[in-house]
């Protein structure tokens, strides 16, 4: 009988430890664990994919391509009615402003109308190339669960950040540079 229990004991130790272990697994990995800057073919919406090519119209009603390689390209996801959003969105138009010249960024707005986005953009003086994703189809191919996200590819159309919370103009530059 000693034999079993300690056989009993043992089997529930292994089954707590798998299940442990499969609980506090990263369950997004956000950040390449590995730092590898390896392009990879796969087109994906996660961390060391290519970001997949998608069209979308901007305020003036113009369709704008987004994701072909050739610059860094950021993309944050975001809502007027988000408080997280509309705190990052100072230090966002900052950073779009002064990295013109290097970066494509767009801020892709979720499922709200043209002119109550293009109203809040006036009313709070923003400048950043913003697009509209008014079907949401967008940000359900890139799985965006939470605004707001920001994804950064390198110059070859890889994914090398994401992120869902709020992100810095600091935090975008420390990004930027180290692509």
């Given at each position: 009988?000693?034999?079993?229990?300690?056989?009993?004991?043992?089997?529930?130790?292994?089954?707590?430890?798998?299940?442990?272990?499969?609980?506090?697994?990263?369950?997004?990995?956000?950040?390449?664990?590995?730092?590898?800057?390896?392009?990879?073919?796969?087109?994906?919406?996660?961390?060391?994919?290519?970001?997949?090519?998608?069209?979308?119209?901007?305020?003036?009603?113009?369709?704008?391509?987004?994701?072909?390689?050739?610059?860094?390209?950021?993309?944050?996801?975001?809502?007027?009615?988000?408080?997280?959003?509309?705190?990052?969105?100072?230090?966002?138009?900052?950073?779009?402003?002064?990295?013109?010249?290097?970066?494509?960024?767009?801020?892709?707005?979720?499922?709200?109308?043209?002119?109550?986005?293009?109203?809040?953009?006036?009313?709070?003086?923003?400048?950043?190339?913003?697009?509209?994703?008014?079907?949401?189809?967008?940000?359900?191919?890139?799985?965006v669960s939470a605004i707001p996200t920001t994804i950064i590819t390198d110059k070859q159309g890889?994914?090398?950040?994401?992120?869902?919370?709020?992100?810095?103009?600091?935090?975008?530059?420390?990004?930027?540079?180290?692509?």
């Amino acid at each position: 009988m000693a034999v079993s229990k300690r056989w009993t004991y043992i089997l529930a130790v292994v089954i707590i430890a798998i299940a442990a272990g499969w609980f506090l697994r990263p369950s997004n990995p956000d950040v390449s664990p590995s730092g590898d800057k390896s392009a990879k073919t796969a087109t994906g919406v996660l961390v060391d994919n290519r970001m997949p090519e998608f069209k979308l119209a901007a305020l003036d009603g113009k369709q704008i391509s987004v994701g072909a390689p050739g610059k860094i390209t950021v993309v944050n996801f975001w809502a007027t009615w988000c408080p997280p959003c509309r705190a990052e969105m100072p230090e966002l138009n900052e950073f779009a402003r002064k990295h013109a010249a290097k970066v494509n960024f767009y801020a892709v707005n979720i499922q709200e109308p043209a002119d109550k986005v293009g109203d809040f953009m006036k009313q709070q003086n923003f400048t950043m190339p913003v697009l509209l994703d008014k079907e949401g189809e967008v940000a359900r191919t890139f799985r965006v669960s939470a605004i707001p996200t920001t994804i950064i590819t390198d110059k070859q159309g890889v994914i090398r950040y994401r992120k869902s919370g709020t992100v810095t103009l600091s935090e975008l530059e420390g990004v930027i540079n180290g692509l």
